[in-house]
């Protein structure tokens, strides 16, 4: 059971899923003392909590949840060789970025991409939203698409834009290459692709962490969800943190969320980050927000980078994939293909 259905007060709820407290093994493994101070509540209240915790885990190993869940959880690893073989990708509409990510973005994985401001963060959860509903007549998901904005960067003129782009370019592919596609093209419109792009805008740390916790029961509702792209995961976690452990502590419960979420429903969670400066050797040099031990919560991790005027994505860590980089554009029609021109500012 998830600490959201614990039957004490919302208002204690809130606070338990705000510090990071968002299982019950969590409040399990936790001393009386960190509960209370955490939550900002006297000892015999956080006593009654861990009861409270402790009572209702119980009733779950004697009802078999517990033990129902590892033994389900079991794969042999012929199984996942082969699930790999077929596993999904959503494209970037960048050819050399999906060439050097074995076909775009994997379901079923974290992928973090970070970057200097600029850099076409955004665009890239913009298009990959747009993407993931490309039919599968066309070598798509036919899936829908959430996303999180947490900056405000959020451009629906720019969507359309790229949406419209998008149906160009299917209609494109079927003129050329399949006639029999062309009755199907016509159903593809802008305005159904902005309705299957589900927006949630949040503006604290506690908003966040309630809303991915949310996010299981959403798709359990929505089961054509295919990817969640959050822009970006570091902003609110930037500010008014004094307690580093706590910080860390509520990244990683989220962090856990998320990979089950992408085990779960088959879909893809893209993490778009901030960049920080960090001493290196003497130097200050430029790193992706929130430290190193964020860098181990994504399965992939790709940093955009300037080389001149040119935009470049360098894989910077992954268990599937060989380090590599590719160029990549930002232009009206969205991401594409490396045109080598000077930077310009997209609306």
Known sequence: MEVGMLPISASKRGKLLSTGYTTLLSISRASLADLARD????????????????????????????????????????????????????????????????????????????????????????QLAVNVQIPPEYGGLGGKAIYIDTEGSFMVERVLQIAEACIEDMSEYSNHFRKDLQASEVKMHPDSILENIFYFRVCSYTEQIALVNYLD??????????????????????????????????????????????????????????????????????????????????????????????????????????SASAQYSVTPRGIRNSTSCKRIKMM
């Open 39 to 126: 939550l900002q509540v006297s000892e015999p209240e956080a006593s009654e909590i861990m009861k409270c915790a402790s009572k209702t885990s119980t009733l779950d190993l004697s009802n078999g949840t517990h033990n129902t869940t590892v033994v389900n959880g079991g794969q042999t690893a012929w199984a996942m060789l082969n699930e790999e073989k077929f596993s999904l990708h959503i494209t970037t509409s960048c050819m050399d970025l999906d060439n050097i990510l074995g076909g775009g973005i994997n379901c079923k994985e974290v992928t973090e991409i970070g970057g200097v401001p600029g850099i076409g963060k955004t665009q890239i959860g913009i």
């Open 217 to 322: 029961k959403f798709i359990t509702e929505h089961k054509d969800v295919k990817i969640i792209i959050i822009d970006s995961v570091t902003f609110h976690f930037r500010q008014d943190f004094d307690d580093m452990a706590l910080r860390t502590r509520l990244l990683s419960a989220m962090a856990l969320k998320l990979m089950k979420l992408a085990s779960k429903f088959c879909l893809a969670v893209v993490l778009l980050n901030q960049v920080t400066t960090k001493h290196i050797d003497g130097s200050f040099q430029l790193t992706l927000a929130l430290g190193d031990s964020w860098s181990h919560s994504c399965t992939n991790r790709i940093i955009l980078f300037w080389n001149g005027n040119d935009r470049h994505a360098f894989i910077d860590k992954s268990p599937s994939l060989k």
